[in-house]
Structures are given as structure tokens and as C-alpha cells.
């Protein structure tokens, strides 16, 4: 299955028999925002994915929740590029909440500048 050699949650969700969904023909995912899902399959056949500012924090999101390092890492990068005084403290705040700790951490030496 592709999207359990992609993704850690997937190869859980799939190989375990305890799961129900590894019996399901259909799962739903609560909290992944769509279009997010589908850049995310996209990854896991193309190991290849579209970041932008208007799917950054979505990706992020989903990303984390599927244990996607790879995704996760490039997003973290990409708001490190963007991280300037304006939007800082909102990265900050985003980082904690997904914990990625690295941009945490650059994103508050930025704000104590």
C-alpha cells in the first residue's frame, strides 16, 4: 500500500488487524482538510508536493496528524524562508501548537529580536 509506506498512521491504520479500518473498504479522516488530503496523496505516489502560502498550514496540519516527516519538514522550511516581523509571533504560535520544534525555536529568536 502506498500510503502506508508514506506515512506511519497509515501502516498502523492498515497492517494492524486490532484496527477496524484496516478491514474497511472506506475510512474517513476528521480534522484533514481536503485538499490538503489530496496533495498528500499525490506526496505519497510522487514523493513530490506543491507548497504555497495558501496550503501551508493545512499540509502542516494533515502532515503532522499522519506522521508525514518529510511534508512536516518541508513545510517548517518553508515558513522559515517567509519568517519576517509581521508574521512571526503567528509562526511561533502555529509551531508550538504542531510541534515542530526547530521553527519554534527560530521563530522566537526572531520575535526577541
Not at 485538499?35 to 503532522?64: F, G, K, R, W
Request: glycine residues 2%; contains cysteine.
Amino acid at each position: 500500500n502506498v500510503l502506508a509506506a508514506a506515512s506511519p498512521y497509515f501502516r498502523a491504520m492498515f497492517t494492524t488487524s486490532e484496527m477496524s479500518e484496516s478491514s474497511q473498504p472506506a475510512v474517513t479522516l476528521n480534522g484533514i482538510d481536503s485538499d490538503a488530503m489530496s496533495e498528500l496523496i499525490e506526496y505519497a505516489y510522487t514523493s513530490e508536493i506543491t507548497i504555497c502560502e495558501n496550503n501551508v498550514q493545512s499540509l502542516l496540519s494533515a502532515a503532522n496528524l499522519l506522521m508525514m516527516q518529510p511534508v512536516r519538514d518541508a513545510c517548517s522550511s518553508f515558513f522559515e524562508r517567509f519568517l519576517d516581523e509581521t508574521n512571526a509571533i503567528g509562526i511561533n504560535c502555529f509551531a508550538e501548537l504542531h510541534g515542530t520544534q526547530e521553527l519554534t525555536k527560530k521563530a522566537k529568536r526572531f520575535v526577541l529580536k
